[in-house]
């Protein structure tokens, strides 16, 4: 069974530093493609980051470009998010998912498993 | 910027009523790389469609997607209780940007 379990989430104060985690099991990490989405309180999905299968190719929305970075280490199974700089609307639910492709998006089949989410707040 | 916008925000039905949700894009989708979620209160999303109108596995047949270019269609046809939910679209991969649709949130009465 595939499954992907965030930790890392907690209150932070503005203009800090949080690193969240992913951890996956059930199936072959270092062949797929790894995303985080986030979702802030009663809002909808906003994608933010993801990375191939061998790192060579990494992409960033614009919301969190330069202050976030994505990285993962396949021997240990995990996909990790550094996120630096936070502010107030950074507070959200964040998700990995994975996309069934080692490279983003080339099978054209979305995320097709996701984890339950780690919550971050970012208040003073 | 590529933006998806979602209508009706809202949907209210009955059971066994179709329900028709539709997805437009301010740029043209490559490849029809347009997938649509499902997500209940509390819960993560689901992968339901992807490449428009591919179904995602264990999904059932009412189920079925649309659409190429910049309009998408995602379409229950005789919905259930539990079809209950926010449903989101989400492109993936055009101009090397992934983005969702802001959500249809639909009721049954």
């Known amino acids: 069974e595939v499954q992907l379990v965030e930790s890392g989430g907690g209150l932070v104060k503005p203009g800090g530093s949080l690193r969240l985690s992913c951890t996956a099991s059930?199936?072959?990490?270092?062949?797929?493609?790894m995303n985080w989405v986030r979702q802030a309180p009663g809002k909808g999905l906003e994608w933010l980051s993801c990375i191939s299968s061998t790192v060579s190719q990494v992409y960033y929305a614009g919301s969190v470009k330069g202050r976030f970075t994505i990285s993962r280490d396949n021997a240990r199974k995990s996909l990790y998010l550094q996120m630096n700089s936070l502010r107030g609307e950074d507070t959200a639910v964040y998700f990995c998912?994975?996309?069934?492709?080692?490279?983003?998006?080339?099978?054209?089949?979305?995320?097709?498993?996701w984890g339950q989410g780690t919550l971050v707040t970012v208040s003073s | 910027e590529f933006v998806l916008t979602q209508s009706p925000g809202t949907l209210s039905l009955s059971p066994g009523e179709r329900a028709t949700l539709s997805c437009r894009a301010s740029?043209?989708?490559?490849?029809?790389?347009l997938a649509w979620y499902q997500q209940k209160p509390g819960q993560t999303p689901r992968l339901l469609m992807y490449?428009?109108?591919s179904r995602a596995t264990g999904i059932p047949d009412r189920f079925s997607g649309s659409g190429s270019g910049t309009d998408f269609t995602l379409t229950i046809s005789r919905l259930e209780p539990e079809d209950s939910a926010v449903y989101y679209c989400?492109?993936?991969?055009?101009?090397?940007?992934?983005?969702f649709g802001q959500g249809t949130k639909v009721e049954i009465k």
């Open positions: 059930g199936f072959t990490f270092s062949s797929y493609s």
């Open positions: 998912a994975r996309d069934p492709s080692s490279v983003p998006a080339a099978r054209g089949a979305g995320f097709d498993s």
């Open positions: 740029q043209r989708i490559s490849s029809n790389f």
């Open positions: 490449g428009a109108s």
């Open positions: 989400h492109q993936y991969g055009s101009a090397l940007t992934w983005t």
